[in-house]
């Protein structure tokens, strides 16, 4: 187990992760998805036990596994379960870390049956989904509350807007400009911005080594 002071930082903690991508249903056969595999999720799930914390673990569907007595892992499908699975637990916890790559919009309706190649073309309306990060900045009280950020440009200005906007303690940010970053490999490079704003740019690394940097991070702040 890790024990960075000599003892288990996070003993008596319980936080709350979210991973993995979501779908959302257009008929019982199809959905809509994206390339998040978990992983940077799960490492902050193991990595937070490995401390000491107790975990509930809400992911999307994905191929990643892990057994450890601490963590609760609560498998979800859709945008709309991550939110309700959320809620339940989030007045419960201590630190919220909100990794999961959440679709920003779903089929406003989905089909009972499988739809049929009856034209040339298919439009579907979708509409937005709740942000549920925003929703907890919304309603926290003590928790201290982590986001993630990816972005292609403008990135630190972008993260920025996020953090305020959403009312969080602590955002990540994912630059998808840099090489072996973002939510599909096994490496990410990342910066942490922190309401008291501080920036601290990380070197590419393994998702296991970002998600002990990021309980580092999260552990040094809940202390200051
Ligand atoms: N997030 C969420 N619920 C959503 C969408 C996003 O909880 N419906 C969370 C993600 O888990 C992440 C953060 O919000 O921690 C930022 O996600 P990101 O996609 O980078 O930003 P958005 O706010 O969705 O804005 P955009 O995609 O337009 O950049
Ligand atoms: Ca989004």
Redesign the pocket.
């Known amino acids: 187990e890790q024990d960075i002071l000599g003892k288990l930082p996070l003993r008596g903690k319980k936080i709350l992760i979210?991973a993995g991508p979501t779908y959302e249903a257009i008929d019982p056969v199809r959905f809509i998805g994206n390339h998040s595999s978990g992983k940077m999720g799960f490492e902050i799930a193991k990595a937070s036990a490995n401390l000491g914390a107790e975990v509930v673990l809400i992911s999307g569907p994905t191929h990643q596994k892990v057994s450890h007595s601490l963590i609760n892992v609560v498998p979800v499908v859709s945008?709309a379960d991550m939110y309700n699975a959320v809620h339940e637990h989030f007045n419960t916890v201590d630190v919220a870390v909100?990794?999961?790559a959440?679709a920003?919009f779903t089929p406003k309706e989905v089909s009972n049956q499988k739809i049929k190649k009856k034209s040339d073309t298919l439009t579907l309306e979708l509409g937005r989904?709740?942000?549920?990060?925003a929703s907890l900045g919304d309603i926290k009280t003590s928790q201290y509350l982590v986001?993630?950020?990816?972005e292609t440009n403008n990135e630190l200005e972008n993260a920025k807007g996020?953090l305020k906007r959403k009312n969080l303690n602590l955002i990540v940010l994912n630059s998808l400009n840099d090489k072996g970053a973002g939510f599909k490999g096994d490496t990410n490079k990342v910066t942490f911005i922190d309401d008291a704003g501080n920036i601290t740019e990380n070197s590419l690394k393994s998702k296991a080594d970002v998600a002990i940097d990021l309980l580092n991070k999260i552990i040094e702040n809940i202390h200051a």
Do not use: Q, R
């Not at 989904?129 to 990060?133: P, R, S």
């Not at 986001?147 to 990816?150: K, Y």
């Open positions: 979210t945008a909100l990794s999961a959440v920003d989904t709740k942000d549920i990060l986001g993630f950020a990816l996020k």
